[in-house]
């Protein structure tokens, strides 16, 4: 009996340990040697491990402290933002070459519409493996491909057999295929949401896809139905070239927590440039402020609000900041201190400045500092209260904000903490 067709082949291709491999190409020491991406200082959280940590139970988002407890005789490594993002775009262009649909989630991996390509690349499992050349003949580096006929099983697919895994799921098998897998593997569900699941008695995929959906409504609300429909295998979501941006944030984890209303102002004046910056070369502005506080024992503390007019001027992006973060101070003192903007929207070309408004004197004074910056580096001009010790556990290393497309499950929401300091999911 011949298999249904496919109605559509979507690959997601993940680079193994990205940063980490990287590292490890570049400097012939650090092959095949324990390798931790991150801040030197024990305060901060790793980026990513080495497939050769990994059996000390390293991972991304845990503790430095930790990660070195488990494994001492790591080697940990300083991120180069510049190096990885310049690899990211050779990894990009070389799914470019197999499909003109390719959606870049972060710098690492992607979707790729290969329906209809059948007759050019072949079947799913043979584009698959010549994606995963053209990725290491472009870099040097290995990638982890998925292939299925939903964005949700492809996804789960390229970590099913990392690193340099290939696995492929027709349609007709992939209900099958994701049933003895646990809770954790669908999409939305994280470490809270887990446990959550586990205590109602659900422990697999198979739980989720054959449970009353009345009952799943009843205990899981809106949840519910969206967990049935991806354990059934049902996924209608397209691969997107372009996607709109919700988010965008900055975070920085602190050497010492931030006690006095003075460092926390300090560290936030930071974040608001360097979001009006990365606002102003996006051609964008932010409808909402949001600021993000980490307390010392990793509470997470948010506060947000909406603008009365959008904007990319760092002065008022600060400006707006300021009382959100005075309502939480009495819940410090914070390990993290960052913002985040929301709402965001294209900037009109055809505005007009005032040259009397201060607020356009103040958005001509940063892109001049734009400019500068852009030239020089970005630490050529700095305000005098700044030339001091930085204060955070990366210090001047250069750092990615970084633009949040979808909405997480609520324990993902603490990435600031552990991306670098900066979460990043902008395609290049």
């Not at 400097?27 to 491990?49: C, E, M, N």
């Not at 845990?62 to 494994?71: D, E, F, I, S, Y």
């Not at 295929?177 to 659900?202: C, F, I, N, Q």
């Amino acid at each position: 009996m011949t298999a249904s067709p496919w109605p559509r082949i979507i690959a997601h291709a993940d680079m193994d340990a990205f940063y980490a491999s990287v590292e490890q190409l570049d400097d012939p020491l650090l092959r095949g040697k324990p390798v931790i991406v991150g801040p030197r200082s024990r305060r901060g959280v790793v980026l990513t491990a080495s497939y050769e940590a990994r059996p000390f139970r390293v991972g991304s988002a845990m503790p430095m402290a930790k990660a070195l407890a488990r494994c001492p005789h790591a080697l940990v490594v300083p991120p180069r933002f510049g190096r990885y993002e310049a690899i990211s775009r050779l990894v990009m262009r070389a799914f470019a070459d197999f499909s003109p649909v390719v959606e870049p989630i972060s710098l690492d991996e992607a979707f790729i519409d290969l329906t209809g390509t059948l007759h050019q690349h072949g079947t799913p499992a043979i584009a698959a493996r010549r994606i995963k050349e053209a990725v290491f003949a472009a870099t040097g580096l290995t990638v982890s491909v998925g292939v299925s006929a939903t964005k949700f099983v492809a996804k789960v697919a390229s970590g099913y057999s990392k690193p340099d895994g290939l696995t492929v799921v027709p349609p007709e098998a992939a209900v099958k295929w994701l049933a003895p897998l646990p809770v954790a593997s669908l999409w939305g569900v994280g470490a809270k949401t887990e446990a959550r699941l586990m205590a109602l008695g659900y422990r697999t995929v198979a739980d989720i896809a054959g449970a009353d959906p009345a009952r799943l409504q009843k205990q899981l609300g809106s949840l519910g139905a969206h967990l049935r429909a991806l354990a059934n295998a049902q996924d209608p979501r397209p691969v997107a070239r372009r996607r709109v941006a919700h988010s965008m944030g900055s975070d920085r984890t602190l050497e010492q927590d931030a006690v006095t209303d003075a460092e926390v102002r300090r560290y936030l004046k930071r974040s608001a440039d360097r979001l009006g910056r990365r606002l102003r070369e996006k051609q964008l502005k932010a409808g909402g402020v949001r600021v993000r506080l980490k307390t010392a024992d990793f509470r997470l503390l948010t506060r947000q609000v909406l603008l009365t007019e959008p904007t990319d001027v760092a002065e008022e992006l600060f400006r707006v900041a300021i009382p959100l973060a005075d309502a939480l101070r009495a819940q410090g003192p914070f390990r993290l201190v960052g913002m985040a903007v929301y709402e965001l929207h294209a900037r009109d070309g055809s505005e007009q400045f005032d040259l009397f408004a201060s607020r356009d004197r103040q958005q001509r004074l940063e892109r001049a500092m734009d400019a500068v910056s852009h030239r020089f580096g970005d630490i050529s001009l700095r305000r005098a209260r700044d030339i001091a010790r930085p204060g955070t556990v990366m210090g001047d290393a250069p750092t990615l904000d970084g633009l949040q497309y979808e909405e997480t499950d609520e324990e993902s929401q603490e990435a600031g903490d552990w991306h670098a300091e900066e979460f990043w999911q902008e395609p290049p």
